[in-house]
């Protein structure tokens, strides 16, 4: 079954980095589209970050120029590099990839940026 293991997230200041990794098993990694979504406390899920398996990128406006998604296919792994952090970052960041049968989602991992 598809797993996905994220891990890196916590308290920085703003202005501060952080970097998290996502760990997949269950799937063929290299073949796979991955992706970092964000949940704030009362909104809804949203994506951040997706790169394809070749290492094509697409960077939501909001995110654009300070955060960098990445990937290790060797290691199955994917990452998101979180320079120039806002509080308005702060979100519960979930990696994601998708199969024929619908969205996985890791368990998350809590970015909190303070003022």
């Known amino acids: 079954q598809v797993q996905l293991v994220e891990s890196g997230g916590g308290l920085v200041q703003a202005g501060g980095s952080l970097s998290l990794s996502c760990v997949a098993s269950?799937?063929?990694?290299?073949?796979?589209?991955m992706g970092w979504y964000r949940q704030a406390p009362g909104k809804q899920r949203e994506l951040v970050a997706t790169?394809?398996?070749?290492?094509?990128?697409n960077v939501e406006d909001s995110v654009k120029g300070r955060f960098t998604i990445s990937r290790d296919n060797a290691k199955n792994t994917v990452y998101l590099q979180m320079n120039g952090l806002k509080p308005e970052d702060t979100a519960v960041y979930y990696c994601?990839?998708?199969?024929?049968?619908?969205?996985?989602w890791g368990q998350g991992t809590q970015v909190t940026v303070s003022s």
């Open positions: 994601s990839t998708w199969k024929w049968d619908g969205i996985y």
């Open positions: 269950g799937i063929t990694f290299s073949s796979h589209v």
């Open positions: 790169i394809t398996g070749d290492g094509s990128t």
